[in-house]
């Protein structure tokens, strides 16, 4: 076992920022704290009924968000605002940013707590996150210009999954690490330090529940996957949990490709490209993978707006370079 923490390779790894002035490590420390005492909720689950179940309110997506979306939004933006050096936020479950405070140098984009809707039946969801420093001016409002950044401007990304156990991998530009988290102790330990996609293609992972509606260039894709051929060790496993951290996770650890592509009922897409497209596609690039919309690089397309969806598929390079092949005879 690696016994060294998460707050000491934060500190450690503050010579990557100079300037910075620790601001960076105060917001990953934030989202530590917050993802502890999501993860506390997130296991009493089976037997806290307050938390289970609808809230009773829509999101600006139109859909039905659960206890626990609304209770781990308020618990991470209680922890950011607290230490004041993040000027905004926003959130999958909020219509609007939020402004904090003026002088704070950085954007925080986030879902506070995807596939939620799988709490209710013990399955793995997570936390994703983005950082971005603003370009309004320090000390004025914060503007909708400082949210609709490209993704190539995130100074930080990461996701938190709470499974089996709980995990917070990162990157700040300088490699993938992932910590897991002693409960007993209340302390992450590096467990998973220079993370990169395995160098083999094994698995796609997509709802194929979705396949008639997507396109003919999707359609081909997975059938290759499904196709016998001993020389490129096919058929890949499908395998699809319906949380995308949980998904991406295994495709991380195990290689693979996640695609939630375009289909006739959402010709935009379904994720998003601020709160879950872009952070995952930082990691990926960190971690020697690939992220496309089926045919742009998913960090170069400049948002218009705040809840903006996109088609996705990220992984290995090879798998989502081979479903960009099949998207481009379409």
Do not use: W
Request: net charge neutral; proline share 3%.
């Amino acid at each position: 076992m690696n016994f060294k923490t998460l707050g000491e390779f934060i500190i450690e790894k503050q010579q990557d920022f100079p300037g910075s002035s620790g601001d960076l490590s105060r917001i990953l420390s934030a989202i530590r704290l917050a993802s502890k005492i999501v993860s506390q909720q997130v296991n009493k689950a089976g037997l806290a009924r307050h938390i289970l179940g609808g809230a009773g309110t829509d999101n600006i997506q139109g859909e039905a968000q659960q206890k626990l979306d609304v209770y781990a939004d308020e618990r991470f933006i209680e922890a950011l605002n607290n230490r004041g050096n993040v000027c905004g936020i926003g959130s999958e479950e909020n219509d609007e940013f939020i402004e904090l405070n003026k002088e704070g140098k950085y954007i925080i984009l986030m879902d506070p707590l995807d596939g939620s809707s799988n709490i209710d039946v013990n399955v793995s969801v997570g936390t994703i996150f983005s950082v971005f420093k603003r370009v309004s001016e320090v000390g004025s409002s914060v503007v909708l210009k400082d949210f609709l950044q490209k993704g190539t401007e995130q100074v930080a990304a990461g996701y938190v999954l709470y499974g089996s156990s709980t995990m917070m991998v990162y990157t700040t530009g300088n490699g993938v690490n992932g910590f897991t988290y002693d409960p007993g102790i209340g302390v992450f330990f590096l467990s998973h330090p220079d993370m990169l996609f395995p160098n083999k293609n094994k698995i796609y992972s997509m709802n194929e529940g979705n396949l008639q509606r997507s396109s003919k260039g999707v359609q081909d894709y997975i059938n290759y996957c499904q196709e016998v051929d001993k020389k490129t060790n096919r058929p890949h496993t499908g395998r699809y949990i319906g949380s995308l951290v949980a998904d991406f996770h295994r495709n991380l650890i195990k290689g693979g490709i996640y695609i939630y592509p375009a289909t006739d009922k959402s010709p935009k897409g379904k994720l998003r490209l601020l709160y879950e497209c872009n952070p995952l596609a930082f990691l990926t690039e960190q971690a020697g993978g690939k992220a496309s919309d089926g045919r742009n690089r998913i960090m170069e397309i400049k948002p218009t707006e705040l809840h903006q969806r996109v088609p996705y598929f990220v992984g290995n390079t090879d798998m989502v370079e081979k479903a960009e092949e099949f998207i481009a005879k379409e």
